[in-house]
């Protein structure tokens, strides 16, 4: 039976988008991530990785009904998505002091976690001003 994320509380709904999903990634440097995840929602990750690379990604691409969780810099966003994969972010408020080393269970919840989901539209390269001779 397909996972339905939105049955989590910590879900924030933001449209009509299918959450439905067989299978789930979660990219995470924070093992807390994936127990949080279990423990949340229910949800046991069939895959757990620290960083979404190249071979991930061709990976993903062989994959049928897959959500990928994680806080993935938008071009990898896009990446996941144009692999025919859903993306699901884990938002995270993190304290500076916190920042950089592994969190606890209590202290990743502590990070008011939640899962929600955005669009991204890749609007090519900006037009900057011109640099004025003086």
């Known amino acids: ?69 994680g806080n993935l810099p938008m071009h990898r966003i896009k990446a996941v998505q144009e692999a025919g994969a859903q993306y699901v972010n884990l938002d995270l408020t993190v304290p500076p002091e916190w920042r950089g080393r592994e969190l606890t269970l209590e202290e990743f919840e502590q990070c008011q976690p939640k899962l929600r989901r955005y669009q991204v539209l890749d609007l090519g390269e900006p037009q900057l001003p011109e640099e004025k001779a003086s």
């Not at 999903?21 to 995840?37: D, G, N, P, Q």
């Not at 046991?44 to 990928?68: F, N, S, Y």
């Open 1 to 69: 039976q397909p996972l339905d994320l939105e049955q989590c509380e910590p879900f924030e709904k933001s449209g009509e988008q299918k959450t439905g999903c067989e299978k789930v990634w979660l990219v995470s440097r924070h093992e807390a991530a994936a127990e949080w995840l279990e423990q949340a929602c229910k949800v046991t990750p069939e895959k757990v990785i620290q960083h979404l690379d190249d071979a991930e990604l061709e990976a993903l691409k062989k994959e049928k009904d897959v959500c990928v969780i």
